[in-house]
Each structure stands twice: as structure tokens, then as C-alpha cells.
């Protein structure tokens, strides 16, 4: 029995890695994950102006705002002068300048003023895009100030305590562990990043399992196979040939992403502005430790959600006998999972509910929404675990009556609806 077992498994595993639709689709994944990746690099070759360098030409008729705007454009945009928005004094008149801006270059004129101490004009060919123009009135704003206190004699002292950043203290009042700020950020942007790969390979795994059975079912060949082997036998070499296939697809998709960084990189590994602030606010949230701390936690609920998924299934796929009844049997199980990827994302907008931490024990969903609780504080380490062995004992209940379910079900021909078929076969005795 353990040969046929094996030689089943090894069957199964074969058909989905030899398959064309496999090659097919990995090859689209891997070209959608780095252009994904590369999406700057590709806009750019087709024209677009992505990541094309902004130049700002400043003609300073006052004679001490120009230095004050380049460093403080420099800190807004974490940049050097040779990164996206650069800043230059440009000794031409502003007539002349008109004539010979480019697109990508915009012109700041600052001219005296008595009222105001200084005024500013933005100079450009065409619309300039909302966040290089917020950059710039922020620098314009924090230009005038410190122009103004300089014009008004302040003690040079004094002029660097009122142009120091605040410092500030976060005091949360509330006995709740509430989301900081950071924290929102990472878990409004990475978190729903990392968790759509597994979303999508549970995806995948319930339509192979669910697939390969029906489709032995639609061809007959199922009476062969349970005439050598068990109907136990049968699904557990689906379930587990089904896990190993998602579990090479993932190392493909890491494969994959790495490829995209290092082309995107030119294997130089140099970390973008825009990632750098959020891996800062990655770890000044805390958001890094919990993962490490919850990632042991975490591998073993995927797993046992790997399999939970694979059974039911398995189990519910006995019962077709066309694939009309296998596009009945995903729709339940999708809804489950699209509702799970969902309440993850949205965790932090039921802080204190009594019933997203119930969802959090739930079976197909805990794997989901237990990670994201843990990590905003909703809930311990001790839930987590809670939601791994109430997942535990869901797996051995499947084990044992889906079993039952499945043997009647694989030889079942009935043409009667397929979810009054699963009925029957719960009532039945042998169930």
C-alpha cells in the first residue's frame, strides 16, 4: 500500500509540474513579477517621465533664500543633489529663463517683499505633478520663514531653535493598544503585500486538488484507481502532492522577486527613497519584531491551512461528477478566503471588537486574520496558538468524517444536485 501510495503522489506531482499550463503560467508570473518590480525602468523606455529627474532653477532677487530652499528641498526629499528634484541658482533674467526652460525643469523666482519679506513664483511648461509640488511649497513655506527672521535681525542663536524640527512626545491616552501611526502606514501597504502571495496560492491549491479529482471523475478513470487503492490512500496523495507543488511555486515566486530586484537594481541591492521611509517606519513601528517573533507561529498555521484547504477540497470534489459542480464546490471556499484577506487588511478598523478575535480562532480564516491581530496587539502569542490547535483538532475531524464522506462520494454518479449529494452522505450511516 505505501508503494502505490508513493507512486500516486509522485503520479500526481508530475502531471502539475510537466504540465503545459504550468510552464505557461510561471513563465507570465515570472514576467509580471519583474515588470512589477521594474515598473519605473519600463515606463521609462516607452517615454514616460516616471523617475525622470526634476530640475529647479532658482533666480534669488533676494540674495539669502536660495540656500535656505536647496537644503530644505534636500531634507524633504531625503535626496543628494544628484537625485530626482536637484535645485540650482541660475544667474539669468527671468525672461530669458521662459525661453529656455525645459519640461523637466521648473523656475523659482524669489523677489523682496515689504509686506511679507519675500514672494516666489513657480515657473513651468507644463502641470507639475502633486507630490514635486508639495515638496516645493513646503520648501517655499519653510524658505520664508527663515528668510523673514533673518530680515528681522533675530539672534542667529535663537533663529536655530525656531528652525529645528519639533521635537515630539506620542502619548495615547486609551487603556486599548491602539495603531500608531507607523504602524497604519506598513499595515495599510506591506502587510497587504505579504500576505497576497499566500492568499493566492491557497487559490491555486483548492482548484488543482478540486481539479484533478473531478477531472478522474468526468473520465472514469476513478474506478481503476479505487480498485488498487484505498479512497484514503487516494486523497492523502493528492493532498500531499498538491502541497509540494505550492510549496515549489513559492520558492519560484521568491525566485522571481529576486530576480526583479537585482535587475532593477543592476545588482547593486541600492534601496529607493520611497522603500527606505517605509522600511523605516517598518521597524520604528515595531511591526519587524513581531514578525520575527511570530514567524515560527505563523509557518505552521500556513501549513496545517495548506492542508485544512487541500481536505475540504478533496472532500467536497468527491461529489462532482462535471465540472459545473466544481465551479459549485470553489465558490463557498472562495468566499471564506476572500472574506478572511479582507478582514486582515481591515483588522485595525474593529480595534477592541470582541468579534474580529473570535474570527481570529476560526478554521480557513485564523490563518489570515490571527497574524494581522497579533501584530496591531489585538491579541498574544497565546491566541495564536489557540488558533493553531483549534486548527489541529479541525484537520483531525476532517480526517476522520471527510474520509467517510469522500469514500462515498468518489464512486457517487448520482445526477442529483450536488450539494443534495453531500447531504446524503453526511446522513449516511457509514458516515
Known amino acids: 500500500m505505501s508503494d502505490k501510495f508513493w507512486y500516486l503522489t509522485k503520479q500526481s506531482l508530475n ?52 540656500p535656505v530652499f536647496k537644503e530644505t528641498i534636500k531634507e524633504l526629499t531625503q535626496e543628494e543633489d544628484t537625485g530626482k528634484i536637484t535645485v540650482k541658482e541660475s544667474t539669468q533674467s527671468e525672461k530669458k529663463l521662459q525661453k529656455k526652460l525645459k519640461d523637466n525643469e521648473i523656475a523659482i523666482v524669489f523677489d523682496n517683499d515689504k509686506e511679507s519679506f519675500v514672494s516666489s513664483k513657480i515657473i513651468s511648461n507644463e502641470k ?94 476513478m474506478e481503476i484507481i479505487i480498485s488498487n487503492v484505498s479512497p484514503k490512500a487516494h486523497l492523502f496523495s493528492k493532498v500531499l502532492a498538491s502541497n509540494i507543488f505550492i510549496i515549489i511555486q513559492a520558492i519560484l515566486l521568491v525566485i522571481y522577486s529576486v530576480i526583479g530586484i537585482l535587475i532593477s537594481t543592476k545588482g547593486q541591492l541600492q ?66 478566503l476572500l472574506a478572511g484577506y479582507y478582514l486582515a487588511i481591515m483588522a485595525g478598523m474593529f480595534d477592541g471588537s470582541t468579534l474580529i478575535r473570535v474570527l481570529s480562532y476560526v478554521p480557513f480564516l485564523s490563518c489570515l486574520i490571527a497574524p494581522s491581530l497579533y501584530i496591531i496587539g489585538q491579541i498574544t502569542m497565546i ?7 483549534i486548527l489541529i483538532l479541525t484537520i483531525f475531524l476532517m480526517t476522520k468524517y471527510g474520509l467517510k464522506i469522500y469514500k462515498i462520494g468518489i464512486l457517487n454518479y448520482s445526477n442529483e444536485k450536488i450539494w443534495t449529494r453531500f447531504a446524503k452522505a453526511i446522513k449516511s450511516k457509514d458516515v
Do not use: H
Not at 179 to 191: A, I, Q
Open 15 to 66: 502531471k502539475k509540474i510537466k504540465s503545459k499550463w504550468f510552464i505557461g503560467i510561471n513563465i507570465m508570473l515570472a514576467i509580471v513579477v519583474i515588470a512589477l518590480i521594474n515598473i519605473n525602468s519600463i515606463i521609462a523606455f516607452f517615454g514616460g517621465d516616471f523617475s525622470e529627474e526634476v530640475k529647479i532653477l532658482v533666480i534669488d532677487n533676494t540674495e539669502i533664500s536660495y
Open 128 to 221: 507639475i505633478d502633486s507630490t514635486t509640488y508639495q515638496y516645493i511649497t513646503q520648501g517655499l513655506n519653510t524658505t520664508k520663514t527663515s528668510v523673514a527672521l533673518v530680515k528681522t535681525n533675530t539672534d542667529p542663536t535663537l533663529l536655530a531653535k525656531i528652525s529645528s524640527p519639533m521635537e515630539i512626545e506620542r502619548v495615547v491616552l486609551s487603556d486599548q493598544k491602539s495603531v500608531d501611526e507607523n504602524m497604519e502606514m506598513v499595515m495599510g501597504t506591506l502587510f497587504p503585500t505579504l500576505i497576497l502571495p499566500f492568499f493566492m496560492l491557497i487559490i491555486f491549491l483548492v482548484q488543482m486538488i478540486g481539479g484533478e479529482i473531478c477531472e478522474e471523475k468526468t473520465t472514469k478513470s
Open 271 to 336: 534601496i529607493d527613497p520611497n522603500v527606505d521611509t517605509l522600511l523605516t517606519a517598518t521597524v520604528s513601528s515595531g511591526f519587524l519584531d513581531k514578525v520575527i517573533n511570530l514567524l515560527p507561529a505563523v509557518i505552521i498555521l500556513m501549513i496545517l491551512s495548506f492542508i485544512a484547504y487541500s481536505l475540504i477540497a478533496g472532500i467536497l470534489a468527491s461529489m462532482t461528477t462535471n465540472m459545473e459542480d466544481f465551479s459549485q464546490i470553489q465558490t463557498p471556499i472562495m468566499l471564506v
Open 383 to 389: 491566541d495564536v496558538i489557540i488558533a493553531i490547535l
